[in-house]
């Protein structure tokens, strides 16, 4: 039987930090991270896209059309 994996941080420093971020969700391809960040005062979607193996700086997602 083989060992189970050992769980690492995602992207340290970049995607994973200090703020309490939400479950994940990724594009089809894998190259887009959605996932929400919060500190008990506000909220927030956050996108980040990989971008030639690396992680950008994730950015406020802008949604297109108005939550009802």
């Known amino acids: 039987m083989q060992e189970p994996a050992v769980p690492q941080i995602f992207a340290p420093g970049v995607i ?9 969700a990724f594009s089809p391809d894998g190259n887009t991270i ?3 960040r ?3 005062a506000w909220g927030a979607i956050l996108e980040s896209h990989k971008i ?6 994730p950015a406020l997602r802008t949604l297109l059309r108005p939550v009802v």
């Open 52 to 57: 030639n193996g690396s992680w950008s700086k």
């Open 34 to 36: 959605f996932f929400t």
């Open 16 to 24: 994973s930090g200090t703020a309490n971020d939400g479950p994940p």
């Open 38 to 40: 919060t500190n008990g």
